[in-house]
C-alpha cells in the first residue's frame, strides 16, 4: 500500500501517484526510440512485463513513481520518481524522469523534478537525493548540474550525482 502522500502540488505542476489507468501511456512514453536508450536497459519493455512490474510496485513503500500534471489543465507531462527512500539515511534515489512527447523541450519535466524534490523535503523529510545518469547523455547530465546535482561517483557508463535538498523546505 502506498502512503497517502499524494497528489502533490506546487506551482504549476501537480505530482499524483501512477495508477493502472497510466501504464499504456507511460510504456508508451518509455519505449520511445531516443528515450529507452537512457534508461540502464535499454531493450523494449513488453506490456506483461510492465504489468508485472507494476503489480510488486504496488507492494513498495519506498518507492513512489508519479504522474506530473499541469495542476490548472491536468495535462499529462511525464513520469517522475522516488525510490530506495531510506529513512536512516534521510535520503533516496531520483529518476525514472520520461517526459510525454507533447510537452518534451518545455521546461515542464525540469519543473517537475524540482516539486518532486520540494515533495521529498517536505513530506519524505529527506535531507538529499541522488540519481544516476547514462555518461553519453549530456543534455540530462546539464540539466541535473543546472539543478544543483554534483557528480561524486562514476562507475562503468554511469555518473552517480548528489544534492541536498535543505533549500526546498
Do not use: C
Request: proline share 2%.
Amino acid at each position: 500500500m502506498k502512503p497517502a502522500h499524494a497528489p502533490y502540488a506546487y506551482g504549476a505542476i501537480r505530482l499524483r501517484l501512477l495508477a493502472e489507468g497510466d501504464l499504456r501511456e507511460t510504456l508508451a512514453w518509455r519505449n520511445r526510440d531516443g528515450v529507452r536508450q537512457q534508461f540502464k536497459s535499454p531493450a523494449l519493455v513488453e506490456w506483461d512485463a510492465h504489468l508485472s512490474w507494476f503489480e510488486r510496485y504496488l507492494q513498495k513503500s519506498d518507492d513512489l513513481v508519479f504522474v506530473a500534471e499541469l495542476a490548472d489543465t491536468g495535462g499529462k507531462v511525464g513520469q517522475v520518481a522516488i525510490y530506495a527512500i531510506d529513512d536512516a539515511t534521510r535520503s533516496a534515489e531520483l529518476g525514472r524522469f520520461v517526459a510525454a512527447p507533447e510537452f518534451q523541450g518545455r521546461g515542464l519535466m525540469r519543473e517537475a523534478i524540482e516539486v518532486l524534490m520540494r515533495f521529498a523535503a517536505s513530506r519524505l523529510e529527506l535531507a538529499s537525493v541522488y540519481l544516476e545518469v547514462i555518461e553519453t547523455n549530456e543534455r540530462a547530465r546539464r540539466l541535473y548540474e543546472s539543478l544543483g546535482f554534483a557528480e561524486t561517483q562514476s562507475v562503468d557508463v554511469l555518473i552517480r550525482m548528489e544534492r541536498s535538498i535543505d533549500d526546498y523546505l
